[in-house]
T-cell receptor, first 115, second 115 residues
Framework: EAGVAQSPRYKIIEKRQSVAFWCNPI?????LYWYQQILGQGPKLLIQ????????DSQLPKDRFSAERLKGVDSTLKIQPAKLEDSAVYLC?????????????FGPGTRLTVL | DAKTTQPPSMDCAEGRAANLPCNHS???????VYWYRQIHSQGPQYIIH???NNETNEMASLIITEDRKSSTLILPHATLRDTAVYYC????????????????FGTGTQLKVEL
């Protein structure tokens, strides 16, 4: 079974530039998550989708971050404009979304460096 | 979701059991204990979860105290490949009113398995 795919794996940009990350979840998984992981910290949820609808985006900095999952499958996360403090690993995860068996499967992440 | 407390780091000799403690003294009756781990440069990986009974799977055992205020993850025969950050997470089960699939990660325990 293929896992969660993310691209690119690494990205270096200058502050005020824009960047986009792509995620393809495991086939059949209804729920998709984007997490931000700053060095030395645990992942922090940015946004959660159920199919193509947003369930939780309470910690998404909406002035600069946006995400979409138009067809309920793959998703993109965009930052525009980027700040130095956005340097982090951006993790995508997916789950079947069934009670008590909602193990989240994570992708390898995209490491973003903002200079 | 209840907050958890874990030691920042632990060492273990290869082949020996690794016992990782977690304190969750404010856990509620409908909250489960989940464990994930994150190997360097990879996304987090689900290990095990439980409510009040001890649980065992092919990866590990989870021992939850009778009062549910603490738990221990046991890797029975640690190998070098078990070197990772281990996260203890407490949250309500999906489907419970007000619950969801959100995982709130702390800083975890860095387990180092050595020869």
């Amino acid at each position: 079974e293929a896992g969660v795919a993310q691209s690119p794996r690494y990205k270096i940009i200058e502050k005020r530039q824009s960047v986009a990350f792509w995620c393809n979840p495991i086939s059949g998984h209804a729920t998709l998550y984007w997490y931000q992981q700053i060095l030395g910290q645990g992942p922090k949820l940015l946004i959660q989708f159920q199919n193509n609808g947003v369930v939780d985006d309470s910690q998404l900095p909406k002035d600069r971050f946006s995400a979409e999952r138009l067809k309920g499958v793959d998703s993109t996360l965009k930052i525009q404009p980027a700040k130095l403090e956005d340097s982090a690993v951006y993790l995508c995860a997916s789950s079947l979304d069934r009670a008590l068996t909602d193990e989240q499967f994570f992708g390898p992440g995209t490491r973003l460096t903002v200079l | 979701d209840a907050k958890t407390t874990q030691p920042p780091s632990m060492d273990c000799a290869e082949g020996r059991a690794a016992n990782l403690p977690c304190n969750h003294s404010t856990i509620s009756g409908n909250e489960y204990v989940y464990w994930y781990r994150q190997i360097h440069s990879q996304g987090p990986q689900y290990i095990i979860h439980g409510l009040k009974n001890n649980e065992t799977n092919e990866m590990a055992s989870l021992i939850i105290t009778e009062d549910r205020k603490s738990s221990t993850l046991i890797l029975p025969h640690a190998t070098l490949r078990d070197t990772a950050v281990y996260y203890c997470i407490v949250r309500v089960a999906p489907g419970v009113t007000g619950g969801g699939n959100k995982l709130t990660f702390g800083t975890g325990t860095q387990l180092k398995v050595e020869l």
